[in-house]
């Protein structure tokens, strides 16, 4: 059997860090809880948010949670794709060293 090393849901860009999350509104409240694969085995960071997904409510709690978890400005988190999908992408302008080892530790 073949088993191969947990890609990461994160990827280094021209623009900045692109992050794939899996969003569950309605969460109970707001946190990252890891990183989770789907049945494609492609990996994506669990995030929830208390907030419903009503008129982009999630969304924006979505943004604020991502920059305070990276430590980056809100102004710095901006969709990429998938704002009315559970499955999204986020692109964080002016990520560095810091961000990224902020996302290794949620692989523990």
């Given at each position: 059997?073949?088993?191969?090393?947990?890609e990461n849901p994160w990827k280094i860009t021209?623009?900045?860090?692109?992050?794939?999350?899996?969003?569950?509104?309605?969460?109970?409240?707001?946190?990252?809880?890891?990183?989770?694969?789907d049945a494609d085995g492609r990996p994506a960071?669990?995030?929830?948010?208390?907030?419903?997904?009503?008129?982009?409510?999630?969304?924006?709690?979505?943004?604020?949670?991502?920059?305070?978890?990276?430590?980056?400005?809100?102004?710095?988190?901006?969709?990429?794709?998938?704002?009315?999908?559970r499955i999204k992408r986020l692109l964080v302008?002016?990520?560095?060293?810091?961000?990224?080892?902020?996302?290794?530790?949620?692989?523990?």
């Amino acid at each position: 059997m073949f088993i191969r090393a947990m890609e990461n849901p994160w990827k280094i860009t021209g623009d900045g860090l692109l992050l794939t999350l899996r969003l569950t509104p309605k969460g109970g409240r707001d946190r990252i809880e890891g990183i989770v694969t789907d049945a494609d085995g492609r990996p994506a960071i669990k995030a929830r948010v208390s907030a419903p997904p009503v008129d982009g409510a999630a969304n924006k709690a979505l943004l604020k949670l991502l920059a305070k978890e990276l430590g980056v400005p809100k102004s710095a988190v901006r969709f990429h794709s998938g704002e009315t999908a559970r499955i999204k992408r986020l692109l964080v302008s002016g990520a560095g060293a810091a961000q990224i080892a902020t996302l290794e530790r949620l692989k523990r």
